[in-house]
């Protein structure tokens, strides 16, 4: 394509509410706009990348056997109401029906299977779209990364036994692991919770960034990896005292509600104050959560023993379950029918301090299962960094910082239960299916891939999934020695089958310089003052500035191809060698 005629609209700067380098690098190389808030129009450039994405994992979901459809954005309540997942905001209703914008689309896909998979010598199947998708995003930030439209694979399995389901499981998941890696990103999967799209089995790729919203907890010593909802946390003896505890008092405590301000009143480390949350499980009866004062109570662990989401009880309940109000909770003396659930570390608390249940009070000397029943223990905290490692004693786990690009789950018979999706074994019996679903994210995918692949003067693509594999800088458009050679070499590579950006604007040369680099394009070829005195085509590396070459015109073509085939095979390498 010549610049000439290609839409390209370039900034010199990126609008200050650009905060993630993708999201800056995006507008200011003219791939997106923005149309509100979360919401963006692909520009040229950027769907040239989107589609080069889409067939890379077009081509990868064909090699496992994957059945592509593309099903409605508009799904009726009624086919959600059989999953249970009927409680987001209505779009519109036109009588009898209301329709949700498609979040996912288990239950759509599982109407069609239902109605046209009735033996087991139909099975296994994977069906998958490639389609946009919808998010009533509260904080839309980050560009592409968080956004309340966005472009998804979804991929759904369908088996006849839990076996089967979790072969197909593991060829998604190495399909996944493929499509990032000939993307040119570097990924990993990690342990996840399963979340609203439930299921017993869950991971997540993640590309490693600086400013990745999400945090990695990793395995010194094993390679180990999990999200902070899942990592599993060993507990951790709190320092006590070794005389024994004396009995619990009571003390007074006017207006001092938070762990740091009690912490601080009392003269007593965090590690001995016993926090006391109240929330209600999906059934809506309340359950009374303990953790120590120095860790975060886990929503998503909390959520996987009450069998759903819990939510945490808003004043007036924990005022009507404790008899205090918030800030002065606690585990001794509740009444009996109360659940209560508590971290394994809060065992180890042997003089702790706990509200009283009253108003401007706390106690101290708190033993727990002497002064309050024995709770259920389990991990309930958010692991962190210098924990041990819960795959190898001998390790610690550390952070990094991620982007999660994709999501695979084992469902089980979560969605073929609930929809009465069935078909007939091969005994005639019939049997609900074992289902997977699997999620990746192809705008984000887009994005994560410039938060890896960047410099300071911008993008450095990767060439699978560049725009362009090769840009050609017309330096002087008046020259005709430089005009010829820049055409000649156009028209060979495009008969060659590269995309080629020739840059033929009437234009200061560093302002092309400038957005060549902002662009990205992998392979760059300068036609300037060489042409003139020697014959010869500056052609380099986007990624190297050392890989510049002054090459003869009459060999450029191969010098090019030649630099293309080498990032080519890299890439090939990587995918090659890959261990997800």
Same mark, same amino acid.
């Given at each position: ?15 200050? @509410? ?89 239950? #759509? ?12 010598k139909q099975l296994p199947f994977l069906g998958y779209q490639i389609q946009t998708k919808f998010r009533n995003e509260p904080r839309p930030r980050g560009g592409l990364i968080r956004g309340r439209e966005f472009l998804m694979l979804d991929a759904y399995s369908f088996d006849r036994s839990e076996d089967d389901a979790l072969v197909a499981y593991k060829k998604v998941r190495e399909s996944f692991g493929r499509m990032f890696t000939r993307c040119g990103l570097a990924s990993i999967a990690i342990q996840a919770?399963?979340?609203? /799209? ?22 010194? #010593? ?80 909390l959520g996987r023993t009450l069998g759903g989401p819990a939510r945490l009880a808003d004043p007036a309940v924990v005022e009507r379950v404790t008899g205090a109000p918030v800030g002065f909770a606690g585990p001794v003396g509740l009444p009996a029918s109360v659940r209560i659930i508590a971290d394994r570390e809060v065992a180890t608390v042997r003089d702790g301090v706990t509200g009283a249940n009253k108003a401007d009070a706390h106690f101290q000397h708190v033993l727990p299962g002497r002064d309050f029943p ?19 004693? !001998?390790?610690? %786990? ?19 239960? !609930? ?98 680099? %902002? ?19 500056? /052609? ?20 090019? %191809? ?13 995918? @090659?060698?890959?261990?997800?």
């Amino acid at each position: 394509m010549r610049a000439t005629q290609a839409f390209i609209p370039t900034l010199r700067e990126a609008p200050k @509410d650009a905060e993630l380098i993708s999201h800056r690098l995006l507008l200011r190389a003219g791939f997106i706009r923005p149309l509100a808030s979360g919401v963006y129009s692909y520009l040229p450039l950027g769907l040239r990348v989107i589609n080069k994405i889409s067939n890379i994992l077009r081509e990868e979901m064909e090699h496992i056997n994957g059945n592509e459809f593309f099903f409605p954005a508009l799904v009726p309540r009624e086919l959600l109401e059989e999953s249970g997942r009927d409680k987001v905001d209505v779009l519109f209703t036109a009588k009898p029906h209301d329709y949700f914008l498609g979040f996912t689309h288990e239950e #759509v896909i599982t109407d069609v299977v239902r109605n046209t998979i009735k033996s087991y010598k139909q099975l296994p199947f994977l069906g998958y779209q490639i389609q946009t998708k919808f998010r009533n995003e509260p904080r839309p930030r980050g560009g592409l990364i968080r956004g309340r439209e966005f472009l998804m694979l979804d991929a759904y399995s369908f088996d006849r036994s839990e076996d089967d389901a979790l072969v197909a499981y593991k060829k998604v998941r190495e399909s996944f692991g493929r499509m990032f890696t000939r993307c040119g990103l570097a990924s990993i999967a990690i342990q996840a919770d399963s979340g609203a /799209i439930g299921g017993s089995l869950s991971e997540e790729f993640m590309v490693l960034s600086e400013d990745g919203e999400d945090t990695v907890l990793r395995c010194s #010593v094993t390679g180990y990896a999990a999200n902070a909802e899942r990592c599993e946390a060993i507990p951790v003896p709190a320092e006590a005292p070794d005389a024994e505890v004396p009995a619990f008092s009571e003390v007074s405590t006017p207006g001092v509600k938070t762990i740091e301000e009690v912490s601080a009143f009392l003269k007593v480390d965090a590690k001995r104050l016993i926090k006391t949350l109240v929330f209600l499980a999906p059934d809506g009866s309340p359950v009374v959560a303990l953790v120590r004062g120095d860790r975060e109570l886990n929503e998503a662990k909390l959520g996987r023993t009450l069998g759903g989401p819990a939510r945490l009880a808003d004043p007036a309940v924990v005022e009507r379950v404790t008899g205090a109000p918030v800030g002065f909770a606690g585990p001794v003396g509740l009444p009996a029918s109360v659940r209560i659930i508590a971290d394994r570390e809060v065992a180890t608390v042997r003089d702790g301090v706990t509200g009283a249940n009253k108003a401007d009070a706390h106690f101290q000397h708190v033993l727990p299962g002497r002064d309050f029943p024995a709770p259920e223990y389990l991990d309930l905290r958010t692991a962190v960094a210098g924990d041990q490692s819960p795959i190898d004693a !001998s390790g610690v %786990l550390y952070t990094e910082r991620g982007i999660e690009v994709g999501h695979v789950f084992y469902l089980g018979k979560k969605y073929s239960a !609930s929809m009465h999706a069935e078909y007939d074994d091969v005994d005639g019996a019939a049997k609900e299916f074992e289902m997977g679903c699997y999620g990746l994210g192809v705008s984000r995918t887009f994005a994560a891939a410039i938060e890896q692949h960047h410099d300071a003067d911008g993008i450095v693509w990767p060439i699978t999934i560049a725009p362009f594999a090769v840009t050609i800088i017309l330096v002087n458009p008046a020259d005709p020695a430089q005009t010829e050679a820049a055409e000649t070499l156009y028209t060979t590579l495009k008969a060659s089958g590269l995309d080629v950006l020739l840059d033929d604007r009437v234009e200061r040369p560093g302002v092309k310089f400038k957005d060549g680099d %902002l662009i990205g394009v992998p392979v760059k070829v300068t036609v300037g003052k060489g042409v003139a005195d020697g014959g010869a085509l500056e /052609i380099g590396l986007r990624r190297d500035r050392n890989s510049k070459q002054a090459v003869p015109i009459a060999d450029a073509a191969a010098h090019v %191809l030649g630099l293309v085939k080498q990032l080519k095979d890299e890439i090939q390498a990587s995918v @090659d060698t890959h261990v997800v």
